[in-house]
């Protein structure tokens, strides 16, 4: 399956919508779109999860990878609307603890 990534970019905020799988063979492209808005300082980056019903580590990295480019450049990186599958993920691994996830609006269970 693809990952179709939109970005739609505000004045001190984008927001990232994903659609779609992130896997081994996807998470290039999400690197390829994500890293590159971690690197404005105080510029806060939006990624909606809504659509990914699946992800792998590969994918975990790419956020993990995008997380330290954020803290290096000043800029911010909020995860909103993770559906529970993929919400797993980060909380299995700890992820959750460190970076600003907010699942709510898409009924998840924070």
């Known amino acids: 399956m693809n ?4 970005i739609t970019n505000e004045a001190e905020k984008s927001i990232v919508s994903l659609s779609g799988e ?10 390829d779109a ?3 808005l971690t690197k404005t300082p105080e510029h806060t980056m939006e990624i909606d999860l809504e659509n990914v019903n699946y992800m792998d580590s590969t ?3 790419v956020f993990i990878s995008a997380l330290k480019s954020t803290k290096e450049h000043g800029s911010k990186m909020k995860l909103v609307n993770i559906q529970d599958r993929v919400l797993r993920l980060f909380k299995i691994t700890g992820l959750d603890e460190i970076m600003d996830i907010n699942s709510t609006i898409r009924g998840g269970s924070e």
Do not use: E, N
């Open 22 to 31: 992130i896997d081994a063979y996807t998470a290039p492209q999400l690197k």
């Open 34 to 36: 994500v890293l590159p």
């Open 59 to 61: 994918g975990l990295g």
């Open 3 to 6: 990952l179709t990534v939109d």
